[in-house]
């Protein structure tokens, strides 16, 4: 974020080009595809760059398959290894299984099976997948130990020279592919590769272009870094968009990072979850948390971008199918449209009726009830769930229940509360 670029930290032009010829016939071309509704929307030239259509479904395999296929030939005699919940570990069991090199891959055991389905059909015959610990970062000591325990060579996510210059090699892809300048780009932040690597090709071949990086806002790990300028690690992050949520971003990453980047911002997980559901029903695409982060900030740069060229790097698509319900309800919260109260019902014939005939309006839902009458109490506490036809609705519902003398504590805004329903 400094005005004059170091440019020796940054990877060189020539080794990223280096990285796309190895990358030929492995990595797809992503396209790169003007879309209308975004465009219409911000009176500006909206493109996505789709790595959700990559070989793996994300742009992770570029970065493992450089770094592995860099090894001297007893590295990869002896094996690679990494720690990975997702994208990563997939893009290395891809890698492993095209270049015939053993791997061993150390995912959290709480990993969904989908996950581990797919690394195995990815890697087949060449990988193992060892399931340990609770966490990422027990799955990444694991894998550490057993790496000095036999030899092995670790492929990191992100902090790797290797694996920045073969996500570098999607900004190459951008320059050739986009006949015009463009004047903002976008780009997900989770340990900071993919930033890194395109972030550098940019400032070399493209100064003018702002390069704007996206977090989530639960695991906004370099906007951290950047304010105490060394990567730190949070003490705690939202791991709902798996794929950028990361505690502690790289130390090359965050070196490059804060010299390409012209800004990072951050966005709520519901904005994430408004966004997939949007980018599903409006253009039939389907992504994952980490894959909306850099259209869900579109509105925050609004202003900004009218009559520009924009680009937004879709990162991947592997969404579990199993997370529909949660990525719904995530989006009706922060759409202000599901509203969930403990309501002190007296505890009398028809409190609930009078409740429902009075306070709800026409178009009120209650869609959660969890009401145990006690008899030894004036009045029975029920949790309610309630969902509008529009959010301008909501004071209305508060207005009647205040005149009706309802007793209630709203928790919407007390987290650690809301956290148990949704």
Same mark, same amino acid.
């Given at each position: ?5 170091e440019k020796?930290?940054?990877p060189?032009l ?16 992503t396209?790169?595809?003007k ?16 790595e959700?259509?990559?070989q ?21 005699q002896?094996?690679?290894v990494c ?8 893009g ?8 015939g090199?053993k ?9 969904? *099976?989908?996950k ?6 990815f ?6 997948v060892?399931?340990t610990g609770?966490t990422?970062d ?17 492929? *990191? ?10 996500q570098?090699?999607?900004?190459l ?5 986009h ?18 690597g ?13 390069i704007?990086?996206?977090e ?11 304010k105490?300028n060394?990567s730190?690690?949070?003490? *705690?992050?939202?791991k709902f ?7 502690k971003?790289?130390?090359k990453?965050f070196?490059?990072c804060r010299?390409?980047?012209?800004d990072?911002?951050?966005v709520?997980?519901?904005?994430v979850?408004s966004t997939?559901l ?9 992504v994952?948390p ?18 520009g ?11 579990d ?8 309800e995530?989006s ?7 509203h ?21 309006g026409?178009t ?9 009458k006690?008899n ?19 004071q ?8 009706k003398?309802?007793?209630?504590e709203?928790?919407?805004e007390?987290?650690d509360l809301l956290?148990?329903?949704?």
């Open positions: 974020m400094n005005q004059l670029i020796d930290l940054l060189s020539e080794d990223i080009g280096q990285s796309r010829k190895k990358l030929e016939g492995v990595v797809a071309h396209p790169l595809m879309n209308i509704n975004l465009s219409e929307s911000l009176s500006a030239q909206v493109y996505l760059k789709r959700d259509l990559q793996v479904r994300s742009y992770k395999i570029r970065g493992a398959y450089n770094k592995v296929c860099s090894l001297t030939e007893e590295e990869q002896n094996g690679v720690a990975s919940a997702g994208n990563h570990a997939q290395v069991a891809y890698s492993c299984r095209q270049l090199i791997g061993t891959i150390f995912m959290p055991n709480p990993t969904p *099976h989908q581990v389905r797919q690394v195995r059909m890697g087949k015959e060449n990988i193992e060892v399931l609770d990422f027990d799955s990444y000591n694991a894998a550490m130990e057993y790496c000095t325990q036999n030899g092995k060579t670790f492929v *990191h996510p992100f902090d790797d020279l290797k694996v920045i210059e073969g570098g090699t999607i900004g892809e951008l320059l050739e592919d006949k015009r300048p463009i004047d903002f780009l976008f780009l997900p932040i989770g340990g900071g590769g993919l930033a890194s395109v972030g550098s090709v940019f400032k070399q071949l493209s100064p003018h272009t702002r704007i990086g996206v989530p806002e639960g695991a906004a790990s370099m906007q951290y870094a950047l105490n060394a730190l690690a949070l003490s *705690h992050i939202d968009v798996d794929g950028a949520a990361v505690k971003v790289g130390e990453t070196e490059i010299e390409v980047l012209d990072v911002i951050s709520s997980e519901g904005k979850c997939i949007q980018l599903y029903n409006e253009e039939a695409i389907v994952e980490a894959g909306a982060l850099t259209i869900a900030a579109l509105d925050l740069y609004r202003e900004k971008l009218v009559g060229s924009v680009v937004c790097v879709v990162s991947g698509s592997n969404n199918i199993t997370r529909t319900e949660e990525i719904k995530r009706l919260l922060y759409e202000g449209l599901k969930y109260f403990i309501v002190r019902f007296p505890q009398r014939a028809g409190a609930l009726r009078e409740f429902l005939d009075e306070v709800l026409p009120d839902d209650i869609v959660h009830f969890e009401y145990s006690k030894s109490r004036e009045k029975g506490p029920a949790l309610v769930g309630i969902e509008l036809r529009q959010k301008e609705d909501f209305g519902l508060i207005n009647r229940m205040e005149k003398n309802i007793v209630y709203y928790l919407n007390k987290s956290q148990y329903l949704v």
